[in-house]
């Protein structure tokens, strides 16, 4: 999704910690990634996503004032 999207190096950070401090706890995981994110005031906008079984996605355009 990085290469898809063109994002920088360091901006999945936040989900590459969570998945190595917890492991992958399926539809849970965005949350707590959010959590995490939610300690940095430098982003603005943001594009949440969780892969489930089979074919399903979610998608979820967030910011931030």
């Known amino acids: 999704m990085r290469e898809a999207l063109d994002l920088e190096n360091d901006a999945l ?18 949350l707590f990634v959010l959590q995490r994110a939610l300690r940095d005031d430098a982003w603005r ?6 892969m489930g079984p089979g074919f399903t996605a979610g998608f979820l355009m967030i910011g931030r004032g």
Do not use: F, P
């Open 45 to 50: 906008r943001a594009l949440m996503m969780a």
């Open 13 to 30: 950070d936040d989900a590459r910690a969570v998945l190595r401090d917890y492991g992958n706890m399926s539809s849970a995981t965005v």
